[in-house]
């Protein structure tokens, strides 16, 4: 069984920062794209970061130079770094995992800035 938990959202000031991390099991991490996503309220679920098993990164150009995302596939986690926040950036954040042409999500966690 497939699972993706992510942990570390909460409430934050803007600009400030918060990390996200997202432990996965059931797949074969090393191999698998992983990526971050974010839906707000009335809206689409979007990307907002991405890596590949090789480790290329892709950000959408909201978050460029302001979140990181990183990989332990020794750990089989990744994490997503977000400084200088943004109340935009209030979102429910999901983990998300491509192994094998299959797509996973996790349950989301909540991202809240605000002052």
């Known amino acids: 069984q497939v699972q993706l938990v992510e942990s570390g959202g909460g409430l934050v000031q803007p600009g400030g920062s918060l990390s996200l991390s997202c432990a996965a099991s059931g797949i074969t991490f090393m191999i698998s794209n992983m990526g971050w996503y974010h839906q707000a309220p009335g809206k689409q679920r979007e990307l907002v970061a991405a890596?590949?098993?090789?480790?290329?990164?892709n950000y959408a150009d909201a978050v460029k130079g302001r979140f990181t995302i990183s990989r332990d596939n020794a750990k089989n986690t990744v994490w997503l770094q977000m400084n200088s926040l943004k109340p935009e950036d209030t979102a429910v954040y999901y983990c998300?995992?491509?192994?094998?042409?299959?797509?996973?999500w996790g349950q989301g966690t909540q991202v809240t800035v605000s002052s």
């Open positions: 890596i590949t098993r090789t480790g290329t990164t």
């Open positions: 998300h995992a491509n192994s094998f042409g299959a797509d996973y």
